[in-house]
């Protein structure tokens, strides 16, 4: 039994207490006071309710004392517990050792990692433990300072992080009273660095955004990603969709469950709909398949360029969309599972939708949080940097000193038209830092399709007619300044042109308030 004293701070009250439990023989277990607070806490075995009712009152007539009642721990016995469930579960062994470098405590995982019973560990010397280090040096010196410093446990390395324990003694400074030792495996030191990387490489941070378009693009994505309606992030290819998504989805709740990519582009349309649904087996020889949606479940979904999905596979995914199931190809019972789908496209999604090639209810589910990367000619100021970290990085590959960035080279990229973004210009790094013989990047290093500012670029690879291409210009254009003239005639004002004209051409490419986000 334990009783809590509220008292005020006066000598001779704790005598008083005790000696009213001498008086009733009370075998007393314990003691502790709280200065701070004025709290007496006494511990003693149970007793009988008769007995315990009379030391009560007895006890609350002591001049000073406010309040008794009953329980359940002591302070100590409550940070003692506190503690040993903490060093129970940490993955990493915890070793404590008192000034003569006995061991006093050690965790469930010391134990596993020195192979032995925690009843061998107890009192014997770490320097029979822990190999590789003068622990009795160390205590014994002039100043004991934290280490951290390669140990041999059981015939294995690992790193250990010694951290010393002093007591203060007042006006006598510090007394030293042993070390707490950490120790770590190579695999599990391993663990802990790849869990860092991933992070930072799928992580708003490593996205670069010195440029008004892509703060902005940077500080609504943080916003979405802590909600669960799907996202449809926009731009052309190479601009840094997928690694938007990715941080999006370590951003948000869904963290620690998978993020599975799949390309709705490079699969024909049979395997793209297994790969995303699974499919059913019929027996041994055709066993079932889990698709991306189950093995997702509770995490999250990239469909990367949506608009090249076909009929079907847009039928089934407005359908999971709808209610979070679906069937796998050849199957008859439902699957739910908890996804959140984040979609991208380089394509003009509201005029397929006029075209008939993409459906329209499918485009406004996916359609709810919208994200669109400006191409990287539109945000010169992301250029720059982003070379410099390409650099960087590149040349730490290589194991080469990274070169300066000639004045001359960056006013050169920051003015090239990069129809290939952000993959292109690190392509270009890559080559150009690989190939190097000198200490500065020049722009002759720099391997790129001829540019020039009368001419601009043109991409060989362009397809349709010259009709096609202005149209898919045209539409381009309306669609992005829709948005601040959103009239046929605010419009036909801004462009010169006569209401009527850019009514049909409105029309025509399907550009409304319902299509475009005012």
Known sequence: MRLEIHCADRIGIAQEILNILVKYRVD??????????????????????????????EIRLIDGVEDV????YLPSEREHNELNTLLSALPDGIISIDSKGNVRHCNDAAAKDLNMRESEILGASINTLLKGFNFARWLEGKEVLGQTTRVE???????????????????????????????????????????????????????????????????????????????????????????????????????????????????????????????????????????????????TVFLDEVGEMSAQLQTKLLRFLQDGTFRKVGGESEVKVNVRIIATTQKDLPAMVQEGTFREDLYYRINVLTLDIAPLRERKADIGPLA??????????????????ADSCLEFLEQYPWPGNVRQLENAVYRAVSL????????????????????????????????????????????????????????????????????????EYGINRKTVKV
Do not use: W
């Open 69 to 72: 009642r009953t329980t359940a």
């Open 153 to 299: 446990v059981a015939g294995e390395d690992y790193i250990a992080d010694i951290l010393p324990i002093s007591v203060p003694q007042g006006a006598e400074g510090d007394v030293l009273a042993g070390a707490v030792i950490n120790i770590k495996s190579q695999s599990r030191l391993g663990q802990q660095v790849s869990a860092f990387r991933r992070y930072g490489q799928e992580s708003f941070a490593t996205i670069h955004s010195n440029s008004t378009a892509m703060r902005k693009v940077v500080r609504e994505a943080r916003k979405m990603a802590q909600l669960e309606a799907p996202i449809l992030i926009t731009g052309e290819t190479g601009t840094g969709k997928e690694l938007l998504a990715r941080a999006c989805h370590f951003a948000s709740n869904r963290s620690i469950k998978p993020f599975i990519a799949l390309s709705c582009a490079s699969l024909p349309d049979e395997a793209a709909e297994s790969e995303l649904f699974g499919y059913a087996g019929k027996d041994e020889h055709s066993p079932s398949k889990r698709g991306v949606l189950e093995q997702a479940d509770g995490g």
């Open 388 to 405: 410099e970290h390409f650099i960087q990085k590149y040349a730490h590959q290589t194991g080469q000193e990274a070169p300066k960035l």
């Open 436 to 507: 190097l013989d000198g200490k500065e990047l020049r722009i002759d290093h720099m391997q790129l399709p001829t540019f020039t500012g009368d001419l601009g670029y043109l991409d060989t690879d362009f397809e349709g007619s010259l009709e096609d291409v202005v149209k898919r210009f045209e539409a381009t254009l309306l669609r992005k300044l829709y948005p601040a003239y959103p009239s046929s005639r605010q419009l036909a004002k801004r462009l010169g042109l006569s209401h009527t004209a850019v009514a049909n051409k409105l029309r």
């Open 28 to 57: 007393l277990k314990g003691i502790e006071v709280d200065s701070v607070n004025c709290r007496m806490y006494v511990s003693f075995p149970p007793i009988e309710f008769e007995q315990f009712k009379k030391i009560m009152p």
